[in-house]
């Protein structure tokens, strides 16, 4: 084959095969940094062997002892890869496409303009047998020393521009990599060479600095490790890559040393091509599937972001400790940690805390000391304090221990630094790895704490990457759901306002009393009048009713007014659920046939046949026994049933109301009550309000009874005093108005004069009276200074009290007394808690 052929099928192949490498980029531009270095590798020692082959040919050709160059020449094509490969890493952080293509192109630019230098007749000398090198071997080396210090000025002026410690690490040993890289090549092509050692120079420096590169590569992946874990971590790649290397570099020298004549074949270029194509195609699938073989990448940080995001979107509310939950599992999975710890200071200046695995118990006091640290007074803190000490901090890295240097930042703030570093340090005692702050727009909301992982390994840098990434969706999604919740309280404790306003309203308006059946009902409050007309609204349709309400509210007397409304003329049949023995239930609702059991010795209608087209009424539904839950569905669904002992199933006419005082959503959840009776009685839902929330119908009520029992027990007790009635105002009535009846009951049958006073009322209604007189000289106490106690502790103390009175309030039932003082429960219990450590 002619001269001039081979440069044209060499420069054919060149160029096909950096034509293919720009179009897969541009089509395919995800490649990952491993396909990328490969690539950049490959790519190099395929030019180090083609120079390699053409300068042994040229050799042959021209009788010249320059064989050796073209190993120089190829070295410096080596030096030319890896070098640009590492001036690649300059671009800026972008979209990820844009870049990868900016890298290619410019590799392939610079490639394509060594191409032609390289068989060039030019690139080789033949003066005599001791020069070996032509001019433009000095214009290729030229480029290389350009590239090599391109790439390292671009280095130092990146490792100048970031201030995050892990990236100038990472930028310094790849500069020390470079560095070393530059001397191992120059000491086996220059140095050896300059000594008479020709012999090593074919091998050595080749397989030096491929070996080098990937270890670059290597570097500049993990940079965060320390070498020995370094070792552990990409020894497999990192054996691969040689192992690919080697493995194409003994092959091809293997075919050429069988070509004595060094004459390049089609045959030859094909296999040139041929891996040339494989090495494109092992950055872009082979190397993926290698990757997801051997180190699986678990959920990915994409996946993790857009699950929580959607979750958020599209999914019902979630409490805090949900999202947390939602938020933190997977990193848990995919970071394969031991544990995890988070707390978060939410809407009232309270703290949600939420782990997985042992978390020392310190760690809870810890991290909610730093929280209410940053909380400060307006929430906002000073720039450098969030850029400084509420960046992610890898708690082993002496790099990322904040504020090292003093500034008059530090000396200003002198006590929130010290805090940070007391944090760091202690964490750092406690186990704790990673701190990531969540921040957003320099307000902390609480603050990450990640454990060691399971396999003992460090966080590598990636993963660094992808905390630091996850930080500010995290942060967003747990400060709106902060934020959703203050919105929430803001409304509730509106809506409780605007009920207190009406009630004020109210106390001027007329009262009732509306007759049902032989009772009366009695009341002046909007609230009573809302939910009367809600019952009259309903009360025509034959739908079940469910009557939700305290004990004493009055729900047997709504029942009453619903059947009135609507089959005054029926039956209306109540069933008290809770005073039923088991063992009746079943006979007292369908009945019996005679002979149906051996006491049955006539028919016995059930409560069913008895309401006839009337109203069955179930009062406390929330205890009935589960085994009669299933026969009471059946009879809903199928409005059928069949007497004990009868063979004909009967229709059930009348109009099902049911009544209770518990919770029966709790009930369901600890699977004492059957959730799909309550989805089928809870059609119409009545809701009614404890009289503490409607006070304006106490003194009607009072009246009312008066009235009504001093008639009955023949009394002659025609008025209240108004400390008595101030008394029964504030009262909080926990049996509502059946209480009032009772208490009223007793004041009458000892009351002597013809009118109620403050000593005819029942100790147990003086309470709050007691406690209002007593109380305001115990807090001015406790509240002066001169008390003792910082302000935190008095506001504290406040606190507590506020709570224990709530408590009172509620006969001891913390979730009612978080809801009356518009707070979380979780927050109470935690008041409560920190109190008594
Ligand atoms: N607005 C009212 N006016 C007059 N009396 C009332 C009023 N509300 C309730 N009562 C009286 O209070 C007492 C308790 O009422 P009722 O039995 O209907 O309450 P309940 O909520 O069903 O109680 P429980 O949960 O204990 O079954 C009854 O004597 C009833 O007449």
Known sequence: MELNQVRILIGIT?????????????????LGKVGRAFLALVVSLFAWYFLHTLSFYL????????????????????????????????????????????????????????????????????????????????????WVVFAA?????????KFQKTKDPRKRNRILRL??????????????????????SWNYFFLGPASAVSGLALVIYAIQFHPLLNLRAAVFQIGLRLVLGLFVCTAIYLFLTYIVSFRDSARFTWELAAIFSLFFLAGLVYGSSIHRRLENRFFPRGISMEELIVNVFLRQTTGAYISLEGLLREMLEPVVQRFELTRIFAAIANHEDGLVFYEVGDNPNELKEIASRLVFSRLGRERRLPKELVEEGDRLFLLDEDASIPFRKKTNFTRKYARLVQRTLDFRTRVVQLGCRV?????????????????????GRP??????DLLEKLRNPFAALVRNHIYYERIQFLKNRAEAELR????????????????????????????????????????PLSRPVFINGETGTGKELIALLIHEQSRASENFVPINCAALPPSLWEDEIFGHVKGAFTDAKTNRSGAVERAGKGSLFFDEIGEMPLSMQAKMLRLLQERQFAPIGGRESVRAECRFIFATNRNLEEAIRRGEFREDLYYRINVFRIELVPLRDRQEDIEPLIKYMLAAFSAEMNSPVAFIAPQAMRAFLDYSWPGNIRELENILLRALSTAKGPGLSLEDVPEIAKETTKVRSTQSSAWEKELSPSGGGSFHEIMDACALRVIRSALDRSGGNKTQAAKLLGIRRSSLEYRLKERKS
């Not at 095969?17 to 995800?30: F, M, S, Y």
């Not at 120059?186 to 050896?192: A, E, K, Q």
């Not at 701190?435 to 957003?440: A, H, N, R």
């Not at 966080?459 to 660094?464: L, P, T, V």
């Open 459 to 464: 966080y590598f840098e990636n993963e660094i």
């Open 14 to 30: 060149i160029l096909t095969g950096l034509a293919i490498l720009c179009v897969i980029t541009l089509l395919k531009p995800d």
């Open 500 to 539: 207190d306003l009406k009630s004020i309203g109210s106390s001027n308006r007329e009262i009732i009393h509306q007759t049902i059946g032989n009772r009366i009902l009695v009341y002046r409050s909007s609230l009573m009048e809302e939910t009367l007309n809600h019952a009259k609204r309903i009360a």
């Open 175 to 196: 500069l020390t990599a470079i560095l070393v890289h530059v001397t191992i090549t120059v000491f086996f092509s220059v140095v050896l060479p300059a000594f008479g």
């Open 435 to 455: 701190v990531m702050p969540l921040v957003l727009q320099n307000e902390v909301c609480g603050y990450l704490l990640l454990g060691d992982k399971l396999s």
């Open 59 to 142: 050799s042959r050709f021209w009788s010249s002892p320059s064989y050796t160059v073209g190993s120089l020449a190829g070295v410096a094509v080596i030096l030319v890869g890896t070098t640009l490969y590492s001036f690649c890493e300059y671009f800026p952080e972008g979209t990820e496409d844009k870049n990868t293509r900016k890298r290619i192109l410019f590799m392939a630019f610079v490639a394509i303009c060594l191409a032609p230098l390289t068989f060039s007749k030019l690139w080789i000398s033949n003066r005599g047998a001791g020069a070996t090198v032509g001019p433009f071997f000095y214009m290729t080396s030229g």
């Open 149 to 157: 210090i391109g790439g390292v000025v671009l280095q130092i002026r």
